[in-house]
């Protein structure tokens, strides 16, 4: 009897194989998880008669394209534009080179490439009443995103995290050792934690209706404030993801290696050896059967090593 890891390898090994027999359909990339474009694409959606889903996140740039003139708003149509036209050029680029694409620090685009780059820099600073002190967060990275002879598309991005959180973070981190959302982390400054969040991921289109991602980071599940059935809360996992589209429906595959148990102290966790690992097959389908009335089935399927 073959073990979960064998039959892992060989489902990669065959969509691998898979790829390089199809002829592959225009591609682009996804809006990360948490981008502000999905405050307006979320509005456009409810407003959509078109057979668009947004039951799983993230969803592509190019899948929304079809939402731009659904808006009434003259503001909502210009925020989606800005952050889903990719030919959508800026009148006043800096020094001639940097944000002549206005979401973008650097877009360079030729027959056969398209890239876009921008650093990552966040810091917030604050206060509470719970004695830990001054609160924040200070994060530094990049992102990289992209299209190739428009038939494969690729994202990365990568940060270096220092943060201190209220009193009610830091109970749910020691009594579970997970920093909610994040991955692997060690202890800073007595109060504090230290975290690398990273993700990435291929898309290639395998047909008109068809495309599939390879890639490491995580799902959302439903159109509330937190996910459903797959939750968003632990760290990024090494994932495959085949989605089919028609007008009539949406069906969704993800299958992805788990952490089983996470194992660490008050230092921080322990190395990625020391963590069993868990394997999952979840299917969804959705089908639009009106604009307002959507019926969504699924089956989720977790087996240990």
Known sequence: ????????????????????????????????????????????????????????????????????????????????????????????????????YPADMYYYADKKVQVHFNPLVQFSLGTGNDGIGTNFVNSRGIELRGVIDKKIAF?????????????????????????????????????????????????????????AQLGFGKHFVGNGERSLILSDYANNYPYLRINTKTKIFDYTNIFAELIGEVQGNAGGTFGTGSFSKKYMAFHHLNVKLKPNLHIGLFESVMYGA
């Open 1 to 100: 009897m073959r073990s979960s890891t064998d039959i892992y390898r060989h489902l990669i090994s065959a969509f691998i194989l898979f790829i390089f027999w199809q002829s592959a359909r225009s591609q682009s990339t996804d809006f990360p998880i948490g981008h502000l474009a999905y405050q307006f694409l979320d509005v456009a959606e409810i407003r959509d008669k078109k057979s668009f889903s947004g039951v799983i996140k993230p969803y592509s740039r190019s899948s929304t394209f079809n939402l731009i003139g659904v808006p009434k708003s003259d503001f909502l149509k210009k925020e989606l534009r800005r952050y889903t036209m990719d030919s959508s050029l800026s009148r006043k680029p800096i020094l001639r080179k940097f944000y002549t």
């Open 155 to 211: 994202y990365t991005s990568l940060t270096e995290n220092q943060a201190r959180y209220p009193a009610y973070i830091n109970n749910v981190r020691d009594s579970t050792l997970v920093v909610p959302f994040e991955g692997f982390w060690k202890q800073y400054n007595d109060t504090g934690v230290d975290f690398l969040r990273a993700q990435g991921y291929v898309d290639f289109g395998l047909s008109n209706s068809i495309s």
